[in-house]
């Protein structure tokens, strides 16, 4: 279901809403559900799916090598994996999750580990020169980490990090997948402006002024998603944000920032 929204844009559906914190319960959701969605939405063409693997089931993906078996699967069944929620560290469906959701924040090595693991998984379920994203946390969640400046510090080592690995990826395996920030009420990144200034902070204070191209790899994200590609460019190192609207751009940056729910970007 491709150009629903405009011209490069995917309608999926998303598959997070269903039980399963191992790769088995991933596998047999998709069986029951995605491929009866893909019957009755998309019978003749390929429909977008948004996957969802707990850390644990991404390293048993990763582990037991079963990406093969799972890229199989989804061809045969018509299903176009083109993003992964990778908010949700652990099981996402416990009788009690609230603020869990947020952990491990962004300065845990965790964090960096689970999303460089689905990025892995991901670049090999795409088709090649294909675009692919990674939803993700807030950075981080609470008063607390919002006045630890050395957390924030170390939060913006880690993207740092993963944006020098997706740039790997992408010159070795020629795809693109961005990690999506994902402001939330009550998280560091919570607000438009909370977006401009972590990325426009020096590193001593807590920010993470990118290099060129991270916000090709590290856009915000908000409830609507479409391609990159022809989206408007801006001058690099400028900024701007005004209400609710965001725009963060450096040299390759193809991300554009628009307005969401709850003063959300995407």
Known sequence: MRDVFGP?????YCTNVHAGATYE???????????????????DEP?????????RAARQVLDQDKVGELREWLQSHGLLPYTFNGFPHGDF??????????????SEEARL????????????????????????SPVGWGENFRQAPEKQRAAAVHLRSLADYLARVEAEQGRLIHVNLEPEPGCLLTTSQDVVNFF?????????????????????RGDVRGSSRGSR????????????????????ALRYARPGPTNRVC
Not at 25 to 43: C, F
Not at 200 to 220: H, I, M, T, Y
């Open 8 to 12: 490069g844009t995917i309608l999926g």
């Open 25 to 43: 319960q991933t596998l047999a959701n998709l069986e029951r559900y995605a491929a009866r969605v893909k019957e009755l939405a998309s019978p």
């Open 47 to 55: 429909m977008g799916v948004g996957l969802w693997l707990s850390a």
């Open 93 to 106: 469906h416990q009788a009690v999750v609230k603020f869990k959701v947020y952990q491990p924040d962004w």
């Open 113 to 136: 580990v689970y999303s460089i693991d689905l990025a892995n998984i991901l670049a090999s379920l795409l088709p090649e020169a294909a675009e692919g994203s990674i939803s993700t």
């Open 200 to 220: 426009a902070r020096p590193p001593r204070e807590g920010g993470s002024p990118p290099p060129p191209g991270v916000s090709r790899r590290l856009p915000c």
């Open 233 to 252: 460019l801006l001058p690099a190192r400028r900024y701007r944000s005004r209400q609710s609207t965001a725009l963060v751009r450096h040299p390759r």
